[in-house]
C-alpha cells in the first residue's frame, strides 16, 4: 500500500466505458482498494440525479466531488458536505447571453437533472444522443427554464450549454466571456460547455472533499480524460490520464494507463496503491 489515501474518479470517459458502464474488473478493484482502507470518490460534471444508476451498484464508492465541484456529497451517510450554487441572478444572465446559438440548456441543482422540454427528446441533435436513455430515465422536464431558476433559489449549482456544432460552442463561449459574467467555463464531450460559478473547480470539491476525511490533497491520486479535469489533476499528489484522455491531459499526468474501455482503473488500484486480487 502507498501513502495515498483517496482515489478520486472521473466518470465519463474514465471510470465508465464506451456504453455508459462500469467493467467487472475495475468495480472489483475498487471494491478491494476500498476494503484496504483508501476512500473512493467520484470526480464528475453529474449531479446526483445522474449518478443514481451508479451509486446502488457501487457501495464501496462513498463520496462524490460532483456537478464538477459545486456539490460535495457523502453517499454514505446521505449527507451533502459543501455546495457552491448560482445566484439566481447570474444563472439568469448566463441563459440570456447564450440565447442565440439555441443551445439545449440543462440544469443541475443540488439534487435534480433539468431539461427544457423541448430540446430533450432530441439529444442526439446536440452530440448528446449516448446519453439519451438516462435523460429520459431521470431528468425533469421543464418549459420555461428562467422560471424554473427563479423558482429554486439557492439550489441550482450548473447550467450545461449543449451545442449543435463546436462553432457554435465557440461563439457562447465568446459571449460569456465578453459579458464579463462572474463563470467557471469548461469543455465537456463534443459540443458542450459547462458554466459554473466562478471558483468552482473540481479541484475546489476535492478540496472540500480532502477536509472532510481529514487528510491532504497530496495524499490523493485523481484520474480523468478531459479538459474539464484539468484543475483536480493540477492540485492531487498525484495526476493520472488514461489512455483515451486528450493530449492536454496526458501533459499533465504523472503516470497514463489504458483506456476506458481496458480496465485502466484497475491498473490504478494495481500498480498505484499495489492493491491486487
Given at each position: ?116 422540454a423541448e430540446a430533450l ?14 435523460f429520459d430515465r431521470i ?91 484539468t484543475q483536480a489533476l ?44
Open positions: 500500500m502507498t501513502a495515498y489515501k483517496l482515489l478520486a474518479l472521473d466518470m465519463d470517459g474514465t471510470l465508465l466505458d464506451s456504453r455508459k458502464q462500469v467493467l467487472p474488473k475495475t468495480a472489483a478493484a475498487l471494491e478491494r482498494l476500498a476494503a484496504a482502507g483508501v476512500a473512493v470518490a467520484f470526480s464528475t460534471g453529474r449531479g446526483l440525479a445522474e449518478l443514481s444508476d451508479y451509486v446502488p451498484n457501487l457501495p464501496f464508492i462513498k463520496y462524490g466531488s460532483c456537478i464538477s465541484g459545486g456539490l460535495v456529497y457523502d453517499f454514505s451517510n446521505q449527507r451533502t458536505v459543501f455546495a457552491h450554487p448560482f445566484e439566481t441572478k447570474l444563472a439568469l444572465e448566463v441563459m440570456a447571453v447564450t440565447r442565440q446559438e439555441a443551445p439545449m440548456v440543462h440544469i443541475l441543482t443540488t439534487t435534480q437533472s433539468v431539461a427544457a427528446p432530441h439529444m442526439a441533435d446536440f452530440h448528446m444522443g449516448i446519453y439519451q436513455g438516462m431528468c425533469t422536464p421543464v418549459d420555461d427554464m428562467p422560471a424554473f431558476v427563479r423558482a429554486n433559489e439557492g439550489a441550482v449549482c450548473k447550467v450545461n450549454l449543449y451545442h449543435r456544432s463546436a462553432e457554435s460552442r465557440e461563439r457562447t463561449r465568446a459571449r460569456l466571456e465578453e459579458a464579463g459574467l462572474a463563470v467557471q467555463l469548461a469543455y465537456a464531450e463534443e459540443t458542450s460547455l459547462e458554466v459554473s460559478p466562478a471558483g468552482v473547480s473540481k479541484a475546489e470539491g476535492l478540496s472540500h472533499l480532502c477536509d472532510y476525511l481529514g487528510i491532504t490533497l497530496a495524499e490523493a491520486v485523481a484520474v480523468g480524460d478531459a479538459p474539464n479535469d493540477q492540485v492531487v499528489g498525484l495526476p493520472v490520464a488514461m489512455g483515451n484522455a486528450t493530449p492536454d491531459i496526458k501533459a499533465l499526468a504523472k503516470m497514463v494507463v489504458a483506456d476506458n474501455d481496458h480496465d485502466g482503473i484497475a491498473e490504478v488500484v494495481a500498480e498505484v496503491f499495489g492493491v491486487t486480487a
